[in-house]
T-cell receptor
Framework: GAVVSQHPSWVICKSGTSVKIECRSL??????MFWYRQFPKQSLMLMAT?????????EQGVEKDKFLINHASLTLSTLTVTSAHPEDSSFYIC?????????????????FGSGTQLSVL | GEDVEQSLFLSVREGDSSVINCTYT??????LYWYKQEPGAGLQLLTY?????DMKQDQRLTVLLNKKDKHLSLRIADTQTGDSAIYFCAETYTDKLIFGTGTRLQVFP
């Protein structure tokens, strides 16, 4: 099956530094990539949707200057947490989607990365 | 915004059936999904159901949908220790997946 590689799987950084998380579709081209944030014992919160070659669409309440998303190619999207603070500590998950349409997302093939645990000291 | 809710925890004995419940708010959702997340990992799609269906069975999994009450459930028959994980229901809203709060299933011997 298709694979989405997310790197790094965990990162610890000092407050004030920036952290980049990569999401790669290894054997397919992703028309759209999604970035989610998961708090402990809470649901996955959709942060933004990115399409290759265009600006990301951010969900309400997500600071676009804080969470920079670059979708430079059909196989790579990056999320950069700028000037990270302890409250940014969380589990970040990307997903990559092939195809569009109104059928179930399974028919459009949505694959998830294994997530990145970010801890900001 | 759209809201999808689940109970946080469920504990069952190995071999028993597990039932995980979910309520959602968007009546226009055409598809509803169940995902499984193992510790430190991404999400794995288990099954999905089209909104004009009441039930879908897939091996040990049975999905029930009550569209009137906006209630979705996942029944796992003969629950095994390997089923221990967090289970998320999700609905499609426009072109996005909106996830529930997740139910942590713990299976004990």
């Amino acid at each position: 099956g298709a694979v989405v590689s997310q790197h790094p799987s965990w990162v610890i950084c000092k407050s004030g530094t920036s952290v980049k998380i990569e999401c790669r579709s290894l054997d397919f081209q992703a028309t759209t990539m999604f970035w989610y944030r998961q708090f402990p014992k809470q649901s996955l919160m959709l942060m933004a949707t990115s399409n290759e070659g265009s600006k990301a669409t951010y969900e309400q309440g997500v600071e676009k200057d804080k969470f920079l998303i670059n979708h430079a190619s059909l196989t790579l999207s990056t999320l950069t947490v700028t000037s990270a603070h302890p409250e940014d500590s969380s589990f970040y998950i990307c997903s990559a989607r092939v195809g569009r349409g109104q059928g179930p997302i399974i028919n459009e093939k949505l694959f998830f990365g294994s997530g990145t645990q970010l801890s900001v000291l | 915004g759209e809201d999808v809710e689940q109970s946080l925890f469920l504990s069952v004995r190995e071999g028993d059936s597990s039932v995980i419940n979910c309520t959602y708010t968007d009546s226009s959702s055409t598809y509803l999904y169940w995902y499984k997340q193992e510790p430190g990992a991404g999400l794995q799609l288990l099954t999905y159901i089209f909104s004009n269906m009441d039930m879908k069975q897939d091996q040990r999994l049975t999905v029930l949908l009550n569209k009137k009450d906006k209630h979705l459930s996942l029944r796992i028959a003969d629950t095994q220790t390997g089923d221990s994980a967090i289970y998320f229901c999700a609905e499609t809203y426009t072109d996005k997946l909106i996830f529930g709060t997740g139910t942590r299933l713990q299976v004990f011997p």
